[in-house]
């Protein structure tokens, strides 16, 4: 049987004025530490070479990936072992760190890693150094929920942002985001191959105009809402993410602990609410006076 990669989370489906309490599953996201050990045995140094967001499961083989991929080793035959570390973690007992002891004598050009690696399209934490490096920065606090989107609103952003992404319409393979006015009027809209580098235009892009202050505004993204995404958002001071694809389960832990509203799933006839359910205005319902982040209201327009 295979390892489960996925939480389940209790939310509340939203069709027309009413709701319902369904399941909803997220896919588990956490780090991964890469380490190789190169020299003799009896002094081998480690050292961290990338720490990247994953699925848990297969880390070996990942880690292995990775070294091949980066041209750090060019067969099995250079590798003495290969093994998981640190502490275990729920009920599939996984680890968060993997070490790659590379055989006495075989060259390794550390070098050559320093001076090629950079952060990819589709990661937005590779490369970083330490795990401690993961841990949340000191964001700004976001602002109470003084305003709420209606749901009709939030339903009509993902088209909006499709409106918007003109090299799509050529190539049909980029992540878009998009700033937007509480009432649906996009304000930047970027599109890069990329998820994470679509936001950093968008946010980077309001900042050289000199708008650092946005609090009342809703950031949209093409994809999936992954960690990265949810931090970066959080960083700008953006309180509400909206994803037209699924939220990762660190992502809605994130969403959780600073009060930011993430919502994912959204079309034109519904989306789901995984936290700060309070910025949202459904029908004469009153889901935004409530503040109920261990459930994910689920809102579905007839």
Same mark, same amino acid.
Request: overall charge neutral; aromatic content about 6%; hydrophobic content about 35%.
């Given at each position: 049987?295979?390892?489960?990669?996925?939480?389940? !989370?209790?939310?509340?489906? %939203?069709?027309?004025?009413? &709701?319902?309490?369904?399941? *909803?599953?997220?896919?588990?996201?956490?780090? /991964?530490?890469?380490?190789?050990?190169?020299?003799?045995?009896?002094? !081998?140094?480690?050292?961290? %070479?990338?720490?990247?967001? &994953?699925?848990?499961?297969? *880390?070996?083989?990942?880690?292995?990936?990775? /070294?091949?991929?980066?041209?750090?080793?060019?067969?099995?035959?250079?590798?003495?072992?290969?093994?998981?570390?640190?502490?275990?973690?729920?009920?599939?007992?996984?680890?968060?760190?993997?070490?790659?002891?590379i055989r006495p004598g075989v060259p390794l050009d550390l070098d050559r890693l320093q001076r090629n690696f950079y952060t990819t399209s589709s990661c937005g934490v590779c490369g970083k150094t330490s795990m401690e490096a993961l841990e949340l920065g000191s964001f700004p606090p976001l602002p109470a929920a003084e305003w709420r989107v209606d749901a009709r609103t939030i339903c009509a952003l993902p088209a909006r942002l499709r409106e918007a992404q003109a090299i799509f319409d050529q190539t049909g393979g980029l992540h878009a985001a998009g700033l937007f006015t509480l009432d649906g009027k996009a304000i930047q809209v970027r599109e890069d191959v990329g998820r994470h580098n679509a936001v950093d235009k968008v946010i980077g892009a309001e900042f050289l105009t000199g708008r650092s202050v946005l609090a009342n505004n809703v950031l949209v993204v093409s994809g999936r809402a992954s960690f990265e995404l949810m931090q970066k958002a959080l960083a700008a001071g953006i309180p509400m993410l909206v994803a037209v694809g699924a939220p990762s389960s660190l992502a809605v832990e994130v969403a959780d602990k600073f009060s930011a509203t993430l919502i994912g799933f959204t079309k034109p006839?519904?989306?789901?609410?995984?936290?700060?359910?309070?910025?949202?205005?459904?029908?004469?319902?009153?889901?935004?006076?409530?503040?109920?982040?261990?459930?994910?209201?689920?809102?579905s327009l007839s």
């Open positions: 049987m295979s390892a489960k990669r996925f939480l389940t !989370r209790s939310v509340e489906k %939203v069709s027309g004025d009413t &709701r319902l309490t369904c399941p *909803d599953h997220l896919a588990i996201e956490e780090p /991964l530490e890469i380490q190789v050990g190169h020299g003799p045995e009896e002094a !081998r140094q480690w050292k961290t %070479v990338a720490i990247t967001m &994953r699925t848990p499961g297969h *880390d070996r083989e990942l880690a292995i990936g990775f /070294l091949l991929g980066e041209g750090l080793i060019r067969s099995l035959d250079q590798v003495k072992a290969v093994f998981s570390r640190g502490p275990r973690h729920g009920d599939e007992g996984w680890q968060h760190s993997v070490r790659v002891a006839s519904g989306f789901n609410i995984y936290s700060g359910v309070q910025r949202v205005r459904v029908g004469e319902d009153k889901v935004g006076a409530t503040d109920d982040t261990k459930k994910v209201f689920q809102v």
